[in-house]
């Protein structure tokens, strides 16, 4: 029986070459001469995204790339709608369970792994499909983007705390001092937003500004078909709904109760278990937990559309009253008829994909 590879990343005995220095990655054919081919599914959460791609999966020989950021953590099943026992079985993910909850796991780290796994794909013979909501991890890995150099924890933890210590308004203030473009885009009531900013401003020595002018240019080191999945405001609500029920008769009070012994900060942050921490610590019921989840869901959703909406690239698909099978013909029908997706790779029984 196929076990999906996973790259475990706790081990410091094992290095894993950034590709800005390892020319065997795929950045080895960065933006000129033959690209590797990638096809990219993105949606917000409940889309049917993961679905679509495992569907995909049945139609061509392919090998799925999950791009979510909370999927990498072990342990973490529930809350994060991790593919099961058996999605696992009847295809090839990676990027699943590479980190513990409590480990560090930086978007830096994950790029390495992705592309990593793209080539491990492509030179197996199949297509990679990275598929996820993880908006920030997505463009991490298809596109030609810089990212900070991560510091030392101590290092690290002592300039988060020595920001923390100043008020939103001081935060504010000094971010007009030190990148006032980059202050105008903010909510000057967004402290989180404004620690972040400026992290990165202490980090590189360089305004952030400067740094979102390099990211509005998208371009890719892959030869990229991106498609998203969307349904009406009404059916996503519903499809909501039910996926934080499914994850509730599945266990995850019980998920989100050991996860919280365990002291992490990880997990307090992750959708679906901070939502349950005032239940979880007496101060309220069940019930108005799980609507509270919903509420969240919504709003995460919302955003998550926001950002792949920004991206003209996308190619999107109307998933209201289509199956996971009906979306995957739509898309391999597309890439056939485009003549992008090479007939090797389409399974002999599935011939027909219009």
């Not at 869901?297 to 998933?319: G, H």
Request: aromatic share 6%; proline share 4%.
């Amino acid at each position: 029986m196929w076990r999906p590879l996973r790259t475990r990343s706790a081990s410091p005995a094992v290095k894993v070459a950034s590709c800005s220095t390892n020319h065997t990655c795929s950045e080895g054919s960065r933006l000129t001469g033959t690209r590797k081919k990638v096809l990219v599914i993105v949606g917000p959460t409940a889309s049917g995204k993961s679905a679509a791609a495992e569907a995909v999966d049945e139609l061509i020989h392919a090998e799925l790339i999950s791009a979510d950021s909370m999927q990498v953590y072990a342990g973490m099943d529930v809350a994060t709608d991790k593919p099961g026992a058996e999605s696992r079985r009847r295809h090839r993910y990676h990027l699943l369970d590479v980190a513990a909850p409590g480990e560090p796991f930086t978007v830096v780290r994950y790029r390495e792994l992705a592309r990593e796994a793209i080539d491990r794909v492509v030179s197996a013979g199949r297509l990679p499909v990275l598929v996820g909501g993880s908006g920030l991890y997505v463009r991490a890995v298809v596109d030609d983007l810089e990212f900070p150099a991560p510091r030392g924890p101590l290092e690290g933890a002592r300039a988060r705390e020595r920001l923390e210590a100043l008020g939103g308004d001081e935060l504010y203030a000094r971010l007009k001092r030190v990148d006032p473009e980059a202050a105008s885009r903010i909510h000057p009531h967004n402290k989180r937003r404004l620690l972040r900013v400026l992290e990165f401003i202490e980090e590189t020595g360089q305004p952030f500004s400067a740094l979102q002018e390099r990211w509005a240019r998208r371009r890719s080191i892959y030869d990229l078909r991106m498609y998203g999945l969307r349904r009406s405001r009404e059916e996503l609500h519903a499809a909501i709904d039910r996926r934080v029920d499914g994850m509730l008769e599945h266990g995850l009070v019980d998920e989100a109760r050991k996860m919280r012994s365990l002291g992490l900060e990880t997990a307090a942050q992750a959708l679906g278990y901070k939502e349950l921490e005032p239940y979880l610590a007496g101060r309220e019921d069940l019930d108005e937990a799980v609507s509270r989840l919903k509420r969240a869901t919504r709003r995460f959703a919302k955003r998550q559309l926001t950002w792949f909406e920004r991206d003209e690239r996308v190619r999107w698909i109307d998933a209201g009253g289509k199956g996971p099978l009906d979306v995957a013909r739509i898309i391999v029908g597309q890439l056939r008829e485009e003549g992008w997706l090479e007939e090797r790779l389409v399974k002999k029984e599935n011939g027909r994909c219009e």
